[in-house]
Nanobody
Framework: QVKLVESGGGSVQAGGSLRLSCEISGLTNNKICMGWVRQDSYEQREGVAAIDGDGSVSYADSVKGRFIISKDNAKNTLYLQMNSLKPEDTALYYC?????????????????????WGQGTLVTVSS
């Protein structure tokens, strides 16, 4: 069974930075689509950033230029570096991966096909 565990969330002032980590276990192939999804207090979910098996990345317009997604295949760990944080970034952040289908490329609607999710880590940004 594929398991993902997020960490690194917390409270930060606007303009600050945080780095989220997602430790992934149970994968036989780490060259798959992975990404970060956030859910706000209204339970709306937004795909924040994704990274393909080959390392290609994509970002939501709301975070482009501020967030950086990366991965360390040797450590089976996914990261999200969040800079210049804004109050509207406040959300529960989940990491996710296509652990069953094993898609190597993240499509535009990648959040609809990922099937393995972490428990979430809360990020709160104060003004």
């Amino acid at each position: 069974q594929v398991k993902l565990v997020e960490s690194g969330g917390g409270s930060v002032q606007a303009g600050g930075s945080l780095r989220l980590s997602c430790e992934i276990s149970g994968l036989t192939n780490n060259k798959i689509c992975m990404g970060w999804v956030r859910q706000d207090s209204y339970e709306q979910r937004e795909g924040v950033a994704a990274i393909d098996g080959d390392g290609s990345v994509s970002y939501a317009d709301s975070v482009k230029g501020r967030f950086i997604i990366s991965k360390d295949n040797a450590k089976n760990t996914l990261y999200l570096q969040m800079n210049s944080l804004k109050p509207e970034d406040t959300a529960l952040y989940y990491c996710a991966a296509d652990g069953i289908e094993g898609l190597g490329t993240c499509t535009a609607q990648w959040i609809d096909v990922v099937d393995a999710w972490g428990q979430g880590t809360l990020v709160t940004v104060s003004s």
